[in-house]
């Protein structure tokens, strides 16, 4: 028997008593939905990240060509091993993050709180069930499950970069081709990101107003500091923010964003107001793919390896602060990294660095061997 009335249940379902559906079963499956949605926005998530797992759901529901009451283990095994988007290849970690967001939605129906359940069972005569269990999906056993070739770049390539960056500035200068402030822009971009370890979407989002001045670093002027407002959130919630310090290893970055915000910044918004660190001609920001794009144009020109990508420069920002001595907690706050191991996963030290520290306990070794 169950429990308080039909229409307080109902109500709790996101399921309206006076109702009579045309498609029961689709008008069951898109109110367990909203009322998911409802649960992850009350625990804070972002719309965004709630709207990707709603369609993964939805793309699971009809891959299966069953609603959630009917679902079975073998439904997810077949779905993590054979579809695939664009038949392209899906990455280990893909994977398990469609395996992660069929399992939070089937918490979410079998949770006795929310009734579900037994809902289903008096419409349809069949209860949800949890289709994931330890046998049949891909355990979290790493730290890090990237690409293995992606690493930090060397000082070299560092420098070969940049070049590339500032030569093709000079070439559109030189042949009076329309693009220079994009190109001026764009090289400023990939400076900034990493003089200041930042991700992308960082970058991407800083305004004037986010260079402030740094008191103790007077030398720097209003380039002492980048205060970052659209950090990586975690578990779904809101970006975090940070200030980021300008180390005087990066001394060069100031006279570079002196520039880019006193001369040629104005140029590119001469008939409009903005707030925009980075604007572009058409008056927005910067895009992700845009940016991308232009780093591997640059890279293939500076002759570089495929596999570095635009998110090596901050890997290159962390283990570079590594090797000149920096501490972990002092870098890992630095980056923005809520936890330590995060950090050591981006740090790819260097031969002559590990050489140096190799040297260094030889000489102790062997002046204590000398002592005694």
């Known amino acids: 028997m169950r429990s308080g009335s039909d229409d307080e249940v109902r109500s709790s379902l996101r ?37 990707v797992r709603r369609r993964l759901i939805e793309h699971f529901t009809e891959y299966c060509t069953a609603y959630p009451w009917h679902w079975q283990p073998q439904d997810l095994e077949d779905y993590s091993t054979r579809a695939r988007p664009d038949k392209k290849p899906v990455k280990r970690s893909t994977i398990r993050g469609y395996q992660t967001t069929v399992r939070l939605f089937c918490d979410f129906l079998t949770d006795q709180r929310y009734g579900w ?17 330890d046998w049949n999906t891909i355990a979290h056993l790493l730290d890090y499950e990237g690409d293995p070739g992606r690493r930090a770049l060397t000082f070299d390539e560092l420098e070969q970069f940049f070049d590339a960056a500032d030569a093709r500035v000079e070439a559109i200068v030189r042949t009076k081709r329309k693009g220079a402030l994009a190109a001026l822009r764009n090289a400023q971009m990939f400076k900034t990101i990493y003089a200041f370890g930042l991700r992308r979407a960082e970058c991407i989002g800083l305004d004037v107003a986010d260079l402030r001045s740094n008191p103790v670093a007077e030398q720097f002027g209003t380039f002492g500091a980048v205060y970052v407002r659209h950090g990586k959130g975690s578990r779904g919630t809101g970006p975090k923010r940070r200030t980021v310090l300008t180390l005087p290893e990066f001394d060069w970055v100031v006279e570079g964003l002196a520039q880019w915000v006193g001369q040629a910044r ?19 920001r910067v895009s992700g793919r845009y940016l991308n794009d232009r780093f591997a144009e640059l890279r293939d020109e500076a002759g570089l390896p495929e596999e570095l990508t635009l998110h090596s420069l901050r890997h290159t920002y962390v283990t ?30 260097g031969d002559d660095y590990k050489n140096r520290v190799l040297a260094d306990a030889l000489k102790r070794n062997t002046g204590n061997c000398d002592d005694n």
């Open 15 to 51: 399921l309206t008593g006076n109702v009579v559906a045309l498609d029961e079963g689709k008008y069951v499956f898109e109110s367990m939905l909203d009322g998911w949605a409802d649960q992850q926005a009350s625990r804070g998530l972002q719309a965004t990240t709630i709207d």
């Open 117 to 133: 359940q037994s809902e289903c069972l008096v419409r349809f005569g069949v209860a949800p069930q949890q289709i994931c269990h």
């Open 266 to 284: 104005p140029r590119m918004t001469v008939d409009w107001e903005t707030s925009i660190l980075w604007p572009t001609e058409r008056r927005t």
């Open 320 to 349: 570079n602060l590594i090797e000149w001595g920096y501490s972990e907690k002092f870098v890992q706050d630095q980056v923005g990294h809520a936890f330590a191991s995060t950090t050591a996963i981006y740090t790819s030290v």
